[in-house]
Nanobody, 114 residues
Framework: VQLAESGGGLVQAGGSLRLTCAAS????????MGWYRQAPGKQRELVAG???????NYADSVKGRFTISRDNAKNTVYLQMNSLKPEDTAVYYC?????????WGQGTQVTVSS
């Protein structure tokens, strides 16, 4: 499975961005997909996840502001980010879970200016 993120960039506080993760390869064994982020000097953390059944979970810090969604026909997962804050600045990674090791994209930088 290969994952490719896009949609990052520089935005002012209060603005919005939509991240896209395009997946390719053997998708049928995947159980869930999600987004993680890693800020400088901090550990990588889960931002949002979605199971194949459509169940979602979010980090407390993004609840009510971020929305994860997927288009199964396009093998694509999205992260809509609204009301962005400077503390959302990080490299955002797409993640996919299956029976083996997790899959990761290369990451996309999101920078929120105050």
């Amino acid at each position: 499975v290969q994952l490719a993120e896009s949609g990052g960039g520089l935005v002012q506080a209060g603005g919005s961005l939509r991240l896209t993760c395009a997946a390719s390869g053997s998708m049928f064994r995947l159980n869930a997909m999600g987004w993680y982020r890693q800020a400088p000097g901090k550990q990588r953390e889960l931002v949002a996840g979605m199971t194949n059944g459509g169940r979602t979970n979010y980090a407390d810090s993004v609840k009510g502001r971020f929305t994860i969604s997927r288009d199964n026909a396009k093998n694509t997962v999205y992260l809509q980010m609204n009301s962005l804050k400077p503390e959302d600045t990080a490299v955002y990674y797409c993640n996919a879970l299956g029976p083996g090791p997790a899959y990761w994209g290369q990451g996309t930088q999101v920078t929120v200016s105050s």
